[in-house]
């Protein structure tokens, strides 16, 4: 695998995105590249050779689509049906939030359709999408990423990418270049390096084509929220589409969930244990669980923290000794230029040691952080680790829930 650095100085240089578009046109293999959201990993959306090279790769199921990401709404309007366009109810939806962390979906053309059409003056509109791509769908997801970097190498690939997140199948989503080598390499040949991804949470998916004459639906909460949707005229009603896994019977009592019940979605290694915030019950759970971890086996305990928990202190832990190296994660691999927003703080608690990660205080910065921590903790064995949620509001917060709930192998009230 072979990393090409995109450092500020490099990004001038349009050679490494130049290398990529090449490998998008002429191979089968998928490049990665870093999005707004998380990194990405991209085919040429119109050859079904390529769109299954993403498959392989990840060893994604065939049944799952995938995300189609242009450079601009001209490369997008060749792969609608051209009687059509893009549907008016998206008009000012893509006007506030494209370029950004928006999937919209929209209506395949028929193949027939297309092929009829005579548009000898538009050779674009007579692509078509590999049906690998919707997975047989009638509906595709289209995206316009903000990262400018993913933006160009569209736009020089000169065609649209199918792209999912470059993560293994069932881990956390890559948000660094470092994640991607550590889930693929030997799978791709290429990874463009553009530092951390400033979202850290995926595109929201939102499906305005009401076909059943109901309210628009998020399928997918991520970047852009609820509230920001709403604001918007046409979504004034917008709904929630999708079911969190705390509401389909997650919730845990105490102990180990039944086997069948194992939930395989942005899951690291290591046991997730998410406590919700509304309760007020919290760090005592965890010391609680702890205590029992250090007398039985003295593993490693993770602890994400994001709003409310204190840090575990000396005094907290009267008479055990603790080990405060407190250390800033760097991205080692990736040229050390992007630092996470994040530190760890390693302490002892008799056989236990425990790997104490703090998020911050904003939301935004929970969901920057998220992704990384998880796989963070796993790189440094983690058993288990406990993870402080946040309320669940219209905002960003509606999406790192998300994904902490399919993550989580147990959630506590
Ligand atoms: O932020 C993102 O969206 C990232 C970056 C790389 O752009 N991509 C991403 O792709 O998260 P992926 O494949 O991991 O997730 C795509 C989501 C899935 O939940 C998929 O089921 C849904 O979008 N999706 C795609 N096409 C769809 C369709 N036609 N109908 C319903 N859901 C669709
Ligand atoms: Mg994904």
């Known amino acids: 695998t072979w990393q090409i650095s995109t450092s500020p100085e490099a990004a001038t240089t349009l050679a490494p995105l130049?290398?990529?578009?090449?490998?998008?046109?002429?191979?089968?293999i998928p490049v990665a590249f870093p999005t707004e959201t998380v990194y990405g990993l991209g085919a040429d959306a119109t050859r079904s050779a390529a769109v299954r090279g993403?498959?392989?790769?990840?060893?994604?199921?065939?049944?799952?689509?995938?995300?189609?990401?242009?450079?601009?709404?001209?490369?997008?309007?060749?792969?609608?049906?051209?009687?059509?366009?893009?549907?008016?109810?998206?008009?000012?939806?893509?006007?506030?939030?494209?370029?950004?962390?928006?999937?919209?979906?929209?209506?395949?053309?028929?193949?027939?359709?297309?092929?009829?059409?005579?548009?000898?003056?538009?050779p674009l509109s007579r692509r078509m999408l590999a049906p690998e791509v919707t997975a047989g769908l009638p509906t595709f997801g289209a995206r316009m990423p903000a990262s400018p970097l993913a933006r160009t190498l569209i736009q020089l690939a000169g065609t649209p990418l199918a792209a999912p997140s470059a993560n293994a199948s069932t881990k956390p989503s890559p948000t660094a270049a470092s994640h991607v080598l550590?889930?693929?390499?030997g799978h791709i040949e290429l990874i463009l390096d553009g530092g951390n991804c400033d979202v850290g949470v995926e595109s929201t998916v939102v499906d305005g084509l009401c076909e059943d004459g109901g309210p628009p639906l998020v399928l997918r909460p991520g970047g852009v929220s609820m509230e920001e949707l709403r604001s918007v005229p046409g979504w004034e009603g917008v709904v929630k589409g999708y079911r969190d896994e705390s509401e389909e019977g997650k919730k845990g009592a105490p102990g180990p969930r039944a086997?069948?019940?194992?939930?395989?979605?942005?899951?690291?290694?290591?046991?997730?244990?998410?406590?919700?915030?509304?309760?007020?019950?919290?760090?005592?759970?965890?010391?609680?669980?702890?205590?029992l971890l250090e007398e039985e086996k003295g593993g490693v305990v993770g602890i994400i923290r994001t709003l409310g928990w204190r840090k575990l202190s000396g005094d907290e832990q009267q008479g055990e000794e603790i080990v405060r190296e407190k250390a800033i994660v760097e991205d080692a691999e990736t040229n050390g230029h992007s630092t996470l927003g994040y530190d760890i703080s390693t302490s002892t608690i008799g056989k236990a040691r425990v790997l104490d990660i703090g998020l911050g205080q904003q939301t935004k910065m929970v969901a920057q952080g998220l992704f990384s921590a998880l796989r963070e903790l796993d790189r440094r064995g983690a058993d288990v680790v406990f993870v402080e949620g946040i309320e669940d509001r219209d905002d960003?917060?509606?999406?790192?829930?998300?994904?902490?709930?399919?993550?989580?192998?147990e959630i506590r009230a």
């Open 259 to 291: 086997p069948g019940m194992k939930y395989k979605h942005y899951s690291p290694k290591a046991k997730v244990v998410l406590f919700e915030t509304r309760s007020g019950r919290g760090i005592e759970d965890v010391r609680a669980e702890m205590g």
């Open 54 to 122: 993403i498959y392989a790769a990840k060893g994604r199921p065939s049944d799952n689509p995938l995300i189609v990401h242009v450079c601009d709404l001209d490369m997008l309007r060749g792969f609608v049906d051209p009687a059509e366009g893009i549907p008016e109810i998206y008009r000012e939806l893509v006007r506030r939030f494209w370029p950004g962390p928006l999937t919209i979906l929209l209506r395949c053309p028929r193949a027939d359709n297309n092929a009829s059409t005579t548009s000898s003056s538009h």
């Open 182 to 185: 550590d889930d693929l390499d």
């Open 18 to 28: 130049r290398e990529a578009a090449q490998l998008l046109r002429t191979s089968d």
């Open 396 to 409: 960003i917060a509606a999406a790192v829930m998300n994904r902490l709930r399919k993550a989580a192998s």
